[in-house]
């Protein structure tokens, strides 16, 4: 463990990046650390952050990830088509015909197949997986409900239904227990049933078989999850560096980011399979992250390119390799979208307050007491004037003093003599001998 892990009492000075904080004294404040400071982190667990009074004694902090929204995308309506061999007979890729997409086109049961004794309906959900993108690079909504209209009824009626569910139209697996529908005579009670769970996998296709006595479905609808996404999102693009045979490209984001997501933007219209690598540092061997296939069709509006990779984006250094056999013909940019982290202080002291950085020899350091972490009512605090950047200066090269230079000479100009007359004596001595 470093000394510094183990000694509190850090100083300003002990960071090679400083900036002056306006907060207001003896209240609980937070700020949005600027992207200078993850470009000068040394550290990818940021241990390197400390905040100090302006007598450069610290004071209690924390970081805490960005304030969140909750989303949830409207109901959407999704096709379906009537499945009238029922239970006897499921469906099969022979039976379906399916766009380039995964999108169901038709269905033809088997001709021998029994007629149905239930009312069962292929539900078709390939194209919602990736429709309601969030803003935090691309992830999908998925589907937890299915929200079924049914045909006017004029008396009540209940019913139970059960769901299979298949990835490729060539197996299908069952979910859970019989799910109940009811309808008790009036649209507005309460105690109606029209909506049935869904896996909680991304099943694109959904087999629904219900009673006989089940009137017929009309419409149906998917309803997504609720989902909080970051308040706030950023975006850094970096240029990328094409190794020499062209099937690869090297990026550095020069600090530690808290990346949500990953693209990469094309220039112009391309596609290319690729392989995404990371790591934190050159020394380290690279790592893998991800794959898929970068491209781009058209310009302007009508422009269409690959979906953002979500993920846990914070390594400093990525690659990108080419699996198709095809080199890159430009280096496409990386863009980077990361969520803006908070710092939250308490201002003990005199201020302005400082905001210090830079040094990996320092580990993480958060000690907000439990009872300033529950405290909601914070105040706004802001960076004020220019960031101080003093690196440490590169230890210069030791070289020895003068006379040990001398020193050195004479040694080996003194053995070399030594070496000489002992070799003329061996010779005169053989002569002798001779």
Not at 96 to 109: E, L, T, Y
Not at 148 to 167: G, K, V
Not at 172 to 183: C, R, T
Not at 215 to 220: D, E, H, Q, R, S
Request: include cysteine; proline fraction near 11%; hydrophobic fraction near 40%.
């Amino acid at each position: 463990m470093p000394l510094h892990a183990q000694n509190p009492a850090a100083k300003p000075e002990d960071f090679a990046g400083r900036a002056d904080i306006h907060a207001q004294e003896g209240r609980l404040m937070h700020l949005e650390l600027p992207e200078t400071v993850y470009r000068r982190l040394a550290r990818a667990d940021r241990g390197d952050l400390r905040v100090f009074d302006s007598g450069g004694t610290p004071v209690p902090f924390e970081i805490r990830p960005a304030p969140r929204v909750s989303e949830t995308p409207p109901p959407l309506e999704v096709p379906f088509f009537p499945w009238t061999a029922g239970e006897s007979s499921l469906p099969k890729q022979l039976n379906i015909d399916i766009a380039s997409d995964g999108a169901v086109i038709s269905v033809r049961p088997e001709g021998n197949a029994a007629p149905a004794k239930t009312s069962s309906y292929l539900v078709d959900l390939s194209r919602l997986h990736g429709r309601a993108a969030s803003e935090a690079g691309g992830q999908p909504y998925r589907p937890e409900a299915l929200l079924l209209e049914m045909q006017e009824s004029p008396r009540p009626w209940n019913s139970a239904a059960t769901l299979r569910w298949s990835e490729n139209l060539s197996a299908w697996k069952s979910f859970g227990e019989p799910q109940a529908l009811a309808f008790l005579g009036q649209a507005d009670s309460p105690a109606n049933r029209s909506a049935l769970r869904l896996p909680g996998n991304k099943a694109p296709y959904i087999l629904l078989t219900m009673r006989e006595n089940t009137p017929p479905l009309l419409k149906v609808r998917a309803r997504f999850e609720t989902r909080t996404r970051p308040e706030t999102l950023r975006e850094t693009l970096f240029p990328g560096i094409k190794s020499e045979n062209g099937f690869s490209a090297v990026y550095t984001a020069d600090g530690f980011y808290p990346g949500a997501a990953l693209d990469f933007l094309l220039p112009q219209a391309d596609s290319v399979d690729v392989e995404i690598l990371c790591r934190d540092s050159e020394e380290e061997p690279w790592s893998f992250w991800d794959s898929g296939t970068i491209f781009r069709i058209g310009d302007g509006e009508g422009m269409k390119k690959n979906k953002p990779w979500a993920g846990k984006a914070t390594h400093r250094h990525w690659k990108i390799n080419s699996r198709g056999g095809v080199p890159f013909a430009s280096v496409p940019e990386m863009l980077l979208v990361w969520e803006p982290l908070r710092l939250v202080f308490l201002a003990r002291g005199k201020g302005p307050w400082i905001l210090a950085y830079g040094n990996p020899d320092f580990a993480p350091a958060g000690n907000l007491p439990p009872q300033l972490q529950e405290q909601e009512t914070l105040s706004a605090s802001l960076i004020a004037g220019s960031e101080i950047w003093q690196p440490p200066a590169p230890i210069p090269d030791q070289k020895p003093p003068a006379w040990k230079h001398w020193l050195l000479w004479g040694a080996l100009v003194l053995a070399v003599a030594a070496l000489s007359a002992m070799a003329w004596r061996i010779t005169k001595l053989m002569r002798k001998q001779g």
